[in-house]
T-cell receptor, first 115, second 112 residues
C-alpha cells in the first residue's frame, strides 16, 4: 500500500496564479484533511472532509477551496496564490471512528513557493 | 479555543539518557492523545497514542497521561542520535472527524 500520496512534491507559483494540490489515500479511510505547516506555527488545519461528499472549514480556510472527489481523493485549490500561502502542505487521512482510529496518517507534503 | 502547548526547545539530551517531552492541553473534554515524530523536511509519523490515565509503553517509548492535570508526556529511554527530531503532541477533543489539534512541537537533539 502506498498510504497517502501527494502531487506535486514542489511547486513555484507567481502571485495570482492558480493551482490544485492533489491527494489520494489507499487505506479506505473515511476522513481526509489538508494542513499547512509554517516555521514556528505548527500544523494548522485548512479544510477537512469527514466523509465522501462533505467538506468543512478548519482554522485557516481563507484563500483555499477543496473538493472530495471520491473516497480516495481530496484536492486543495488555490484560486489566486499570494506570497502568504508559501508553505508546506500536508494531506492526511484517518478512520475517524474514535480512540486509536483517530490516528491521522500523513502524505509526504508539497512545498509551495509563491513569488 | 482548543490549545495544545509544548516547549519549543531545543531540548538537548546526551546519548543513552532519558528524554522527557511534555504537553498540556486546554480542553477537558479531550479523549485521545497522540505523539508524532517529524524529521526535518519529512512528514509527521505516529509514535504512540494513549487515551487512558497512566502509562503506556512501547519499546523505548512511554506515554504518560494525566487528565486531571491536563498533561501528556513522552519519555524516550536510551536516547539515540536517530531520535533527534521534532515531536508533535496532538489531541482529539471530542471524537469525530474534525480531528486533531496539534502543538507546535518540541525540537529534540540527542548529543552523541
Amino acid at each position: 500500500n502506498a498510504g497517502v500520496t501527494q502531487t506535486p512534491k514542489f511547486q513555484v507559483l507567481k502571485t495570482g496564479q492558480s493551482m490544485t494540490l492533489q491527494c489520494a489515500q489507499d487505506m479506505n479511510h473515511n476522513s481526509m484533511y489538508w494542513y499547512r505547516q509554517d516555521p514556528g506555527m505548527g500544523l494548522r488545519l485548512i479544510y477537512y472532509s469527514a466523509s465522501e461528499g462533505t467538506t468543512d472549514k478548519g482554522e485557516v480556510p481563507n484563500g483555499y477551496n477543496v473538493s472530495r472527489l471520491n473516497k480516495r481523493e481530496f484536492s486543495l485549490r488555490l484560486e489566486s496564490a499570494a506570497p502568504s500561502q508559501t508553505s508546506v502542505y500536508f494531506c492526511a487521512s484517518s478512520e475517524a471512528l474514535g480512540g486509536s482510529q483517530e490516528t491521522q496518517y500523513f502524505g509526504p507534503g508539497t512545498r509551495l513557493l509563491v513569488l | 479555543q482548543k490549545e495544545v502547548e509544548q516547549n519549543s526547545g531545543p531540548l538537548s539530551v546526551p546519548e543513552g539518557a532519558i528524554a522527557s517531552l511534555n504537553c498540556t492541553y486546554s480542553d477537558r473534554g479531550s479523549q485521545s492523545f497522540f505523539w508524532y515524530r517529524q524529521y526535518s523536511g519529512k512528514s509527521p509519523e505516529l509514535i504512540m497514542f494513549i487515551y487512558s490515565n497512566g502509562d503506556k509503553e512501547d519499546g523505548r517509548f512511554t506515554a504518560q497521561l494525566n487528565k486531571a492535570s491536563q498533561y501528556v508526556s513522552l519519555l524516550i529511554r536510551d536516547s539515540q542520535p536517530s531520535d533527534s527530531a521534532t515531536y508533535l503532541c496532538a489531541v482529539n477533543s471530542g471524537g469525530g472527524a474534525d480531528g486533531l489539534t496539534f502543538g507546535k512541537g518540541t525540537h529534540l537533539i540527542i548529543q552523541p
